[in-house]
């Protein structure tokens, strides 16, 4: 089917004295480093339509998902279910949702949001014909498994590069940087999406407002003549910038430059196509809470790892724990977006990246790409192997709660959908696996 694709963005920073999200303690922004942005890319054919929203914020909750998508469609008349809403994991923006002792700051959630929807009009109003061209290559020096094993069998996360009783990095990185790029009929690019598995930390922990190294992506990006990149980040739970040989964390700066030094290669080899099948599904699956125990509930459980400060842990643990007991599941939405044969599967979760390349190679012939932190936020969603040895992202707390099968039930979930071609998604489309449960 012919194409059509638009593109835009729009300044989403908050003003001074917003409280910061990226660390779990108080922090109040002062000063703007580089704004902060919201994004959008829309494709469209004669039959379907889908478009990537894309936040440079840590999460966005599906509450917030939801609202947007139904502004969108009351605006424009967009399908609400055909937009996925996906979050950089941006540690230097504002707090979008309460966490550790951090309140949400309704009003920045509500001014951003009605921002991202004019933007959206704007993306709306520039679709053009368009070629389309989706490749990807390697990108092996910028991320990291953060968590190392230590002699004891225990698994510590950043805090054990460089010690005497490390014996080495528990996993694998996911490489793989993948560019959907489009231009016109002369040559000219219009925008790209660029899909990449890596926290983005930088700044967090300081009172400066940043969009980190997904931002400095998309500024140099547009100095190379792309105007709007859209950073979709994968299966990035543990996964990091710090180098445990070098034990040194490159700028947001040198990761910009060094992403869009991949991105220029993969559009190089790229195959354009001027018509493109495209599609869209989505489930909804319970996710299972953790069974909590007395030594969970007090941070002793083996390899736990609580960081900044452990009383913020302490405190939160009564409403923590009488929330999970009241509600029995977390609903997680797993979306699938097809472009002929490649798929963006998206998770609401900071996901291992072992169940990430699970999703990949299991999904072939298919070509999976994982976006995560999209369509809300669950927390971490290690695989099952990880919570014998511990480590902060297993640690119970706010950001880590779910049962040890989650992320299983999520990897399959992606799997199903990343396997149906768009045709197919099209045909099974139905009431039962749309809805929200």
């Known amino acids: 089917m012919p194409i059509k694709t638009g593109f835009a963005e729009a300044d989403i920073s908050p003003p001074p004295g917003t409280m910061k999200l990226g660390w779990i303690k108080e922090i109040v922004i002062d000063r703007a480093l580089d704004p902060i942005f919201a994004r959008a890319a829309v494709l469209e054919t004669p039959e379907s339509s889908l478009a990537f929203v894309q936040l440079d914020?840590?999460?966005?909750?599906?509450?917030?998902?939801?609202?947007?998508?139904?502004r969108i469609e009351e605006r424009y008349g967009f399908p609400g279910e055909a937009v996925m809403v996906a979050a950089t994991h941006n540690h230097a923006g504002p707090a979008v949702m309460p966490l550790g002792e951090v309140p949400r700051d309704a009003a920045y959630v509500e001014s951003m949001i009605e921002k991202a929807v004019a933007m959206f009009g704007e993306a709306l109003a520039s679709l053009t014909y368009a070629q389309v061209g989706i490749a990807s290559v390697?990108?092996?020096?910028?991320?990291?498994?953060?968590?190392?094993?230590?002699?004891?069998?225990?698994?510590?996360?950043?805090?054990?590069?460089?010690?005497?009783?490390?014996?080495?990095?528990?996993?694998?990185?996911?490489?793989?940087?993948?560019?959907?790029?489009?231009?016109?009929?002369?040559?000219?690019?219009?925008?790209?999406?660029?899909?990449?598995?890596?926290?983005?930390?930088?700044?967090?922990?300081?009172?400066?407002l940043s969009g980190g190294f997904p931002g400095a992506l998309a500024r140099e990006m547009k100095a190379r003549n792309c105007p709007v990149t859209l950073f979709l980040n994968g299966a990035a739970g543990n996964l990091s910038s710090g180098d445990p040989?070098?034990?040194?964390?490159?700028?947001?700066?040198?990761m910009g430059k060094a992403l869009a030094d991949d991105a220029f290669?993969?559009?190089?080899?790229?195959?354009?196509?001027?018509a493109v099948e495209i599609g869209a599904r989505t489930c909804t699956l319970p996710l299972p809470f953790r069974a909590i125990t007395d030594a969970e509930i007090r941070g002793t459980t083996p390899g736990a790892q609580r960081f900044i400060d452990p009383a913020i842990y302490d405190r939160a643990m009564p409403e923590l724990?009488?929330?999970?007991?009241?509600?029995?599941?977390?609903?997680?939405?797993?979306?699938?977006?097809?472009?002929?044969?490649?798929?963006?599967?998206?998770?609401?979760?900071?996901?291992?990246?072992?169940?990430?390349?699970?999703?990949?190679e299991q999904s072939a012939p298919r070509r999976a790409l994982i976006v995560g932190f999209a369509n809300g936020y669950v927390g971490y969603v290690p695989h099952r192997?990880?919570?014998?040895?511990?480590?902060?992202?297993?640690?119970?707390?706010?950001?880590?709660?779910?049962?040890?099968?989650?992320?299983?039930?999520?990897?399959?979930?992606a799997i199903e959908l990343a396997r149906l071609y768009p045709g197919a998604l099209?045909?099974?489309?139905?009431?039962?696996?749309?809805q929200r449960g």
């Open 385 to 413: 192997e990880a919570f014998a040895r511990g480590g902060y992202e297993t640690t119970f707390s706010w950001g880590s709660n779910l049962a040890h099968e989650a992320g299983e039930m999520l990897a399959d979930g």
């Open 138 to 208: 390697h990108q092996w020096h910028l991320s990291h498994n953060r968590r190392m094993v230590m002699r004891d069998g225990t698994v510590q996360t950043h805090t054990g590069y460089g010690r005497p009783d490390a014996l080495y990095v528990e996993g694998p990185i996911d490489p793989e940087v993948a560019v959907l790029a489009a231009r016109d009929r002369d040559g000219k690019l219009l925008g790209a999406l660029v899909n990449f598995a890596c926290h983005p930390t930088h700044h967090g922990g300081d009172t400066l």
């Open 321 to 360: 724990v009488e929330r999970i007991r009241r509600e029995g599941h977390q609903p997680a939405e797993v979306q699938a977006f097809s472009l002929d044969e490649f798929s963006f599967v998206s998770v609401p979760a900071e996901l291992f990246v072992q169940l990430g390349l699970r999703v990949k």
């Open 265 to 274: 290669r993969a559009i190089s080899i790229a195959k354009w196509r001027e």
């Open 426 to 434: 099209r045909r099974r489309s139905s009431p039962e696996v749309s």
């Open 245 to 254: 040989l070098s034990v040194r964390d490159p700028s947001p700066e040198e």
């Open 57 to 70: 914020l840590l999460c966005i909750q599906w509450e917030d998902v939801s609202d947007l998508r139904r």
